[in-house]
C-alpha cells in the first residue's frame, strides 16, 4: 500500500515551459487536493476534486489546471511556468463525506527560472 | 471565509521540557481543526483532530492539543519534549460547512528541541 504517490520528485523549468505533475493514490479515496507550499505562508489549495471527472478551483488556481479522468490519478498542469510557481507541490487525497484527515505525499520541488 | 494563524515562527525548547506550539483560528460556522506535522523533504503527516465533544484531545506520538472555544485556540502540547520532534507543524482548520472538506492552514511553526 503505497499511499499518495508523485511523479516527479524534482523538476526545474524555464519560463514559458509546459509540465504535468502526477499524483496517484491506492486507498480508493474520492477527494483529492493539489496545493503548493512557500516560506511562511502554510499550504494553499490550488485545485481539488471531489470525485472522478470532477474538478473545482482552491485559493490560488491561476496559472494552473487539473484533470481527474481516473478516480486514483489526479494531474496538475502548468501551461506555461513563470518563476512566481517556483514552490513544493503536494498531493493529498481522503476519503469522501465526513471528518476524515487528508493523506499526503512526499511533493513535488519545481524551479523555474 | 476561514483563516488560521499561527503566531509563532519558530519554538525553540530544551529535550524533556513542554512543547506548545500556538493556534488560533476563524470560521463562520463550527470548526473542525487539524494539526499537522513534516519532517525534512517530506510529506505532511497527520498528529491530531478535533471535531466535537473533549476540549482535550490526543494524537500520534505523545502529542495533544487542546480546543477553546471562547479563544478560538487549538494549541498543540507535548509534556516532554524529544529532539525527534524537531519539525514543521501546521494547524489546519475546515468550517464544517466547506465543500470539499476543504483546509486552511496556517504558516507554520518550526519547533527545535535541544539536546
Known amino acids: 500500500n503505497a499511499g499518495v504517490t508523485q511523479t516527479p520528485k524534482f523538476r526545474v523549468l524555464k519560463t514559458g515551459q509546459s509540465m504535468t505533475l502526477l499524483c496517484a493514490q491506492d486507498?480508493?479515496?474520492?477527494?483529492m487536493y493539489w496545493y503548493r507550499q512557500d516560506p511562511g505562508m502554510g499550504l494553499r489549495l490550488i485545485h481539488y476534486?471531489?470525485?472522478?471527472?470532477?474538478?473545482a478551483k482552491g485559493e490560488v488556481p491561476d496559472g494552473y489546471n487539473v484533470s481527474r479522468l481516473k478516480k486514483q490519478n489526479f494531474l496538475l498542469g502548468l501551461e506555461s511556468a513563470a518563476p512566481s510557481q517556483t514552490s513544493v507541490y503536494f498531493c493529498?487525497?481522503?476519503?469522501?463525506?465526513?471528518?476524515?484527515?487528508?493523506?499526503f505525499g512526499p511533493g513535488t520541488r519545481l524551479t523555474v527560472t | 471565509a476561514q483563516s488560521v494563524a499561527q503566531p509563532e515562527d519558530q519554538v525553540i525548547v530544551a529535550e524533556g521540557n513542554p512543547l506548545t506550539v500556538k493556534c488560533t483560528y476563524s470560521?463562520?460556522?463550527?470548526?473542525?481543526l487539524f494539526w499537522y506535522v513534516q519532517y525534512p523533504n517530506r510529506g505532511l503527516q497527520f498528529l491530531l483532530k478535533?471535531?466535537?465533544?473533549?476540549?482535550l484531545v490526543k494524537g500520534s506520538y505523545g502529542f495533544e492539543a487542546e480546543f477553546n472555544k471562547s479563544q478560538t485556540s487549538f494549541h498543540l502540547k507535548k509534556p516532554s519534549a524529544l529532539v525527534s520532534d524537531s519539525a514543521l507543524y501546521f494547524c489546519?482548520?475546515?468550517?464544517?460547512?466547506?465543500?470539499?472538506?476543504?483546509?486552511?492552514f496556517g504558516g507554520g511553526t518550526r519547533v527545535l528541541v535541544k539536546p
Open positions: 489546519a482548520v475546515r468550517d464544517i460547512r466547506a465543500a470539499g472538506n476543504k483546509l486552511t
Open positions: 486507498m480508493n479515496h474520492e477527494y
Open positions: 476534486s471531489v470525485g472522478e471527472g470532477t474538478t
Open positions: 470560521v463562520s460556522g463550527n470548526p473542525y
Open positions: 493529498a487525497s481522503s476519503p469522501g463525506t465526513g471528518v476524515y484527515e487528508q493523506y
Open positions: 478535533y471535531i466535537t465533544g473533549d476540549n
